[in-house]
């Protein structure tokens, strides 16, 4: 870890992060620790009448005040963020006009700033006469002697463990009196934060064989046959094993029990070791190893230019576009190997690991070892492991979502982006309000790392960039279906011929696929047809076929829950969340209405609140309701559902997707968690419900979004040999998205979209920063609103920014949250970030700057 030269170190520069106040303040190092403090440390200091954590940012020469106190204690020798990570904290910082101090304690895990304990062990010299086989003290007292014989059994020890060994044993008085005999050490460190660290229990065999066999001896003269039967059998095993065996693997192999052991413990055979386990999420994944494949030619094309960044320490970041199934994934792993080949680290960022199983597998089987897998479904514990194996160099690579970019990685060479235009990158519900994408760029620049970026559907703003060369541009076209063996192997399987057009040879051995093209039903000539069923003729037709060939389906929806807006087809009243004002969705298991922004939740009525019409049962279209209208269509269909309801339970993602690969069902149901990495090939047919639904949402990237999520879902149809059908239903044919989706032509999308951007002044030609403040009361935010806009159009005015724009104030269009009202200023412009960094506004303001969701 780099530090400054230890001789001049007098003062400390330390982000403190104290409730309210989140500030950089200079203390100075105490003189007989000098030499124990590094950048990057987290460390306790005095503030006010309190102590507080921060970090040491910084080793000024002169401290900004002329008194200064001194700093506590540090809490950690190895520092807990990296200087790369420190300068990046800095950058984000600034970009994003958050408190610098908030942005380091985004970059440690949960919990581990507020969690600190004392570690105990011997001391050098102590080591040293119990080599030499002296005592340590002449006359110890019984609790000295409990204590030193732990140290000496088990080495370092933290507090916490310590008191799990001494119950009840007042051990710290006894420490505090060996510490200053210089018997014993101590000094802080971090322990897990809110979990206790996981130990396994396991039988140590302590003597020697032949003692083994009489002791056995005379074991065998009392006690029933059955008992010592285990007893042997457990004494056997341990004798046979070189290393102590866990004690749930005697219990299953010997069927020997506590009793039985306490036996051997007594006759002084064996002994109980506790040893500290990391915990690992991975086990119990079935991961077979696998070779990596001679890259395709379009494929080495991508790569040889990425290699010359891997040489030349480009700084410039790699666009990958490439459509989904067009070898990206191999791309990233190659990369990955050339990293750890460097000797150098890899973080890999995803948009979440449960909907992308099959990328991380891929990665998992190809590099089993020393892989970390952070994901959503970890305890705080399992974080804390990752995070501490990283920050020691023992992982090469780490695998998550957007909070991986705070791997506190040594020696950085490689960051992935998969699937770069997603939202999920991006901090939106609290601050520091980063975006992973923009982080990942900065991060790269700082750390001299190759980044990758990689997408199906990049974002108008990441693909400008590479059109105007700030960043490189790298395309696969191409979708590679697999080898030619293999798809006769699946073609077998699935017991029907290919529709052998769609191939081409790409060289002997491999075969690329077209994209099936997508059908548009008009859905209003469905209507005039007498058709009010949410299928059309066609989608109905092509299920029931799909169906007959024991092939497999996907129906796409566009949302979530069960139906979204409720409302009475008499009066047209809608029911919406009295906190939120938001529609209120229904969910039927539960025969109830929630608030999928709040919470709240109330049954479904039965009549209209307002008319009293009966009719107010008459729902939209969500995923339950869309199974049910199919199940009546085709009573035979097995279905699944995949949604954010059907997916709360731990595990749900996996478990769904097994099952639907494993063809245990016909078709899945589900929302823009199908999208998603899936490959499966048994998919000949998806259906888009209702295309356009999302269209019509008051944000600059709407448009942007749909035509990504209608991209991303056609792409699951054909991935095999059997081809594929995609059939999107709209009520707005004629719309450039739903054109451009059904053709999968990103470039007339993003060309169109460009325009239209330039046209209205959003990203990438404006940058916008968007200003929210909240209150119970709406009058008071439309107040703040009004009080702040009309400064910054004054400030607008007299400081000369003459292409800068206000939108609003206005209710924001999730108008209500948590029973507090929302009103937003947007500011457009080529620099509106110095306006609101000289003009900060209060505290209670929220600050994002150019958000990917402005809702
Ligand atoms: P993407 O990440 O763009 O979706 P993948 O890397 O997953 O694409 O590749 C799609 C499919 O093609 C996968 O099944 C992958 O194993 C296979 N594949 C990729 N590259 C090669 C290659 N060079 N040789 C053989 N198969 C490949
Ligand atoms: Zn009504
Ligand atoms: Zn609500």
Not at 210 to 230: C, I
Not at 535 to 550: G, P
Not at 648 to 662: N, T
Not at 828 to 840: A, E, F, I, Q, Y
């Amino acid at each position: 870890m780099p530090s400054k030269t230890q001789t001049t170190l007098n003062y400390a520069r330390i982000a403190v992060n104290v409730p309210h106040v989140q500030g950089i303040f200079d203390y100075h190092l105490p003189e007989t620790t000098k030499d124990d403090f590094r950048l990057g440390q987290l460390v306790e200091v005095p503030f006010g009448r309190q102590s507080v954590q921060g970090v040491i940012v910084d080793f000024p020469e002169k401290p900004e005040v002329t008194q200064t106190k001194a700093i506590q204690k540090i809490l950690d020798l190895t520092p807990v963020v990296t200087s790369n990570q420190i300068e990046l904290a800095h950058h984000i910082s600034r970009e994003t006009l958050s408190p610098l101090g908030l942005t380091l304690l985004a970059m440690v895990p949960a919990g581990l700033s507020v969690q600190a304990d004392t570690q105990y062990c011997l001391s050098p010299t102590s080591e040293g006469l119990i080599k030499e086989g002296q005592a340590l003290l002449s006359e110890p007292t019984p609790s000295q002697t409990r204590l030193l014989d732990l140290l000496i059994k088990r080495g370092s020890l933290r507090g916490r463990q310590i008191d799990r060994a001494l119950p009840h044993k007042n051990w710290r008085r006894t420490a505090g009196g060996l510490t200053r005999r210089g018997i014993i050490k101590s000094h802080s460190t971090l322990a897990d934060p809110s979990v206790r660290p996981k130990y396994e229990r396991q039988l140590e065999f302590i003597t020697d064989q032949e003692s083994a066999r009489e002791q056995m001896d005379t074991l065998a003269k009392k006690g029933y046959p059955e008992a010592l039967a285990r007893r042997q059998a457990a004494l056997e095993l341990i004798m046979k094993e070189p290393d102590p065996v866990p004690l749930s693997v005697i219990y299953e192999q010997a069927g020997a029990n506590l009793n039985d052991l306490k036996v051997l413990i007594k006759k002084e055979l064996a002994k109980i070791i506790e040893v500290p386990v990391l915990r690992d999420p991975l086990s119990g994944l079935d991961i077979t190893p696998q070779e990596a494949p001679d890259l395709t030619p379009a494929q080495q094309g991508v790569w040889d230019s990425i290699l010359e960044g891997f040489q030349n320490g480009s700084a410039k970041p790699f666009l990958l576009h490439g459509v989904t199934g067009s070898g990206k994934t191999e791309i990233y792993l190659r990369a990955v190997e050339e990293t750890i080949a460097a000797g150098k680290k890899a973080i890999v960022m995803v948009p979440e690991i449960a909907l992308t199983p099959q990328t991380v597998t891929r990665f998992m089987s190809r590099f089993p070892d020393r892989i970390g897998v952070l994901h959503s479904e970890l305890s705080p514990g399992e974080r804390y492991d990752t995070w501490r194996l990283a920050r020691h160099g023992a992982l090469d690579i780490v695998i998550g979502p957007r909070s991986a970019i705070f791997t506190p990685f040594p020696d950085l060479g490689l960051i992935v982006v998969d699937e770069c235009h997603d939202d999920s990158y991006y901090q939106g519900d609290m601050s520091p309000h980063y975006h992973a994408l923009r982080t990942a760029i900065t991060l790269s620049a700082i750390s001299g790392s190759v980044c990758i970026l990689g997408s199906a559907t990049p974002d108008v703003t990441s693909r400008y960039q590479a059109e105007r060369g700030k960043w490189n541009y790298l395309a696969l076209p191409e979708r590679i279906l697999a080898h030619r063996e293999s798809i006769q192997v699946q073609l077998n399987q699935a017991g029907s011929g290919p529709s052998s057009s769609r191939y081409q040879d790409l060289d002997d051995n491999l075969l690329v696929a077209d994209l099936p093209s997508a059908n548009i039903i008009d859905m209003r000539t469905e209507l005039k047809a007498g058709n009010r069923s949410i299928f059309s003729r066609e989608l109905q037709e092509k299920l029931a076929s799909t169906l007959d060939k024991k092939q497999q389906a996907i129906l796409f929806l566009n949302r979530r829950g069960s139906s979204t807006y409720i409302f009475c087809r008499d009066c047209g009243y809608a029911l919406r969340c009295p906190r939120c004002e938001t529609s209120l969705t229904a969910h039927f298991a539960e025969k109830e209405l929630r608030c999928h922004l709040c919470g709240y939740r109330r049954n479904i009525p039965h009549t209209c609140p307002k008319c009293g019409s009966q009719r107010i049962r008459h729902l939209g279209t969500g995923t339950q309701q869309v199974e049910s209208a199919l199940k009546e269509l085709l009573p035979n269909v097995r279905t699944l559902r995949w949604d954010r309801d059907t997916t709360r339970k731990k595990g749900a993602h996996w478990e769904i997707m097994e099952k639907f690969s494993s063809h245990q069902a016909d078709v899945i149901i589900g929302t823009q968690m199908l999208a998603k990495g899936l490959d499966l090939p048994l998919v000949t047919l998806v259906g888009v419900v209702l295309a356009d639904s999302g269209l019509n949402l008051p944000d600059f990237r709407a448009a942007e979004r749909t035509f990504q999520v209608l991209t991303q879902v056609a792409g699951r149809a054909g991935r095999s040999p059997l081809g594929g059908e995609v059939i999107l239903q709209t009520f707005d044919p004629e719309h450039y998205i739903i054109q451009a989706a059904s053709g999968h032509d990103y470039e007339d999308f993003y060309r169109q979209e460009l325009e239209n951007r330039r046209e209205l002044g959003y990203p990438p030609f404006l940058k916008i920063i968007r200003l929210e403040i909240r209150d119970r009361n709406p009058k008071t935010a439309e107040k703040k609103a009004s009080v702040y806009a009309a400064s910054l159009k004054g400030w607008i005015e007299q400081e000369g920014y003459r292409s800068t724009r206000l939108v609003g104030p206005t209710p924001a269009y999730f108008s209500k949250i948590r029973g507090e009202w929302r009103w937003q200023i947007l500011i457009k412009g080529p620099n509106p970030l110095k306006l609101v960094r000289d003009h900060l506004p209060s505290p209670e303001w929220i600050v994002e700057v150019d958000p990917p969701v402005i809702l």
